[in-house]
């Protein structure tokens, strides 16, 4: 159950914290409740994150292998730093991605947009169908991550293998030849972080100068190219997959009674690209009426506190600009709170400003799929057609 039927889970009666036992047998106590998710996530020092990026399958001696001999290393920099190195490293990553440097990008991102909007819609017009996903969404947060950070230049096409097959990798249900499969492909793309990292520029180049040391300078790149860009992607796919099962909201957007940014939040709480997170009990204690051994490992239900009706009016439905929309906990809460939240906020905007008239009167050929993981929805593909109007 950790590992899948999230989607229908989520909706299910839970207890505000259950204990659950994953595929290798280890004990996770699963908190569903929005205040006490958000309890956690506020206070780093009872809960750490340390535990954020280890793999929730336990790599064989053969995995381990290959990543050793790529020189893979994964030190602790910005989701999994509970150290006091963390606050500088985040200071210059959030310099990179201010509000005022997203902004400037939101004109050429529309463009671009609007570009492949029209391209989309005369191949819906001829009744072909087309995937928003591959056509659309798949490459537009690296392509604007990559303006606003100086990424190394590598084709899209591999960024997205490598940030796809690290987060299989490391929260995935693996048998081992997927295991050493997956660390090869990540081992290769962590090489080329590594020669990046010791001559590149940008947000390279600012760490290098800040002092830190090669290996930060990578485990930086590797988060943002994994975390950054591809649970944007993810979102983007899975908000235009509900939007195209809303036609009243869609009415809405384009009557104007709709606000952009409302549909934006509500898609936030209810299809979270990240279902949930983990940290790892520094200390005794408890969490509501449940006892918390030091050592404990925690799974932060996120998607579930997003429908917590003690927060939200209607916790199951997509009402943009309810009670409670935006007390969503997607983009997490307190000192490892998502750097990139306005980033992927305004390339969110953009998308269903400019995209979500592409679903109207469509049919949808293949919705997306998502295969079994503890934390990322991953989906693959989102298909849609226009059938043909009888002439009458």
């Not at 485990?219 to 195209?244: I, K, N, P």
């Amino acid at each position: 159950m950790l590992f899948s039927g999230w989607a229908s889970a989520v909706e299910a009666p839970w207890p505000d914290v259950a204990e659950v036992t994953d595929h290798v047998g280890v004990r996770h106590l699963v908190v569903t409740r929005h205040a006490l998710v958000r309890q956690v996530l506020a206070d780093p020092k009872r809960y750490r994150p340390d535990n954020a990026l280890d793999a929730v399958t336990p790599m064989p001696v053969t995995a381990l292998r290959a990543l050793a001999g790529h020189r893979f290393r994964l030190p602790p920099t910005l989701a999994n730093n509970s150290g006091v190195s963390h606050p500088q490293i985040r200071g210059i990553v959030a310099g990179a991605l201010h509000p005022t440097k997203v902004a400037a990008q939101r004109p050429w991102l529309t463009a671009l947009v609007r570009e492949r909007v029209t391209r989309l819609r005369t191949t819906l017009d001829t009744g072909a169908p087309v995937d928003l996903y591959a056509d659309l969404a798949a490459d537009l947060p690296l392509l604007v991550l990559a303006r606003l950070v100086d990424l190394p230049d590598a084709p899209v096409g591999a960024v997205k293998e490598f940030a796809r097959a690290a987060l299989e990798l490391f929260w995935a249900p693996l048998d081992e030849d997927r295991q050493v499969a997956l660390a090869a492909e990540v081992g290769r793309f962590h090489r080329v972080l590594r020669e990046f990292a010791a001559t590149g520029g940008g947000l390279a180049a600012e760490l290098r100068a800040a002092g830190h040391p090669p290996d930060v300078v990578v485990g930086a790149l590797f988060f943002l190219l994994v975390a950054g860009q591809e649970t944007t992607s993810q979102f983007l796919t899975l908000l235009l997959h509900r939007l195209a099962g809303e036609p009243a909201v869609r009415a809405g957007l384009r009557a104007g009674d709709i606000a952009v940014a409302d549909v934006v939040e509500e898609g936030l709480r209810l299809e979270p690209p990240i279902v949930t997170w983990r940290r790892v009990a520094a200390a005794d204690g408890t969490l509501g009426d449940t006892a918390v051994p030091a050592g404990t490992s925690i799974v932060l239900w996120l998607a579930r506190a997003g429908r917590d009706p003690a927060v939200v009016g209607a916790p199951d439905e997509f009402v943009p600009g309810q009670r409670g929309s935006r007390r969503h906990l997607a983009f997490g809460a307190g000192a490892h709170r998502c750097v990139g939240d306005v980033l992927a906020r305004m390339e969110a905007a953009v998308v269903v400003a400019e995209a979500s008239s592409l679903l109207d009167g469509v049919d949808v050929v293949r919705p997306p799929w998502c295969p079994d993981n503890l934390t990322f929805r991953m989906p693959d593909a989102f298909v849609v057609r226009r059938p043909p109007r009888v002439p009458g």
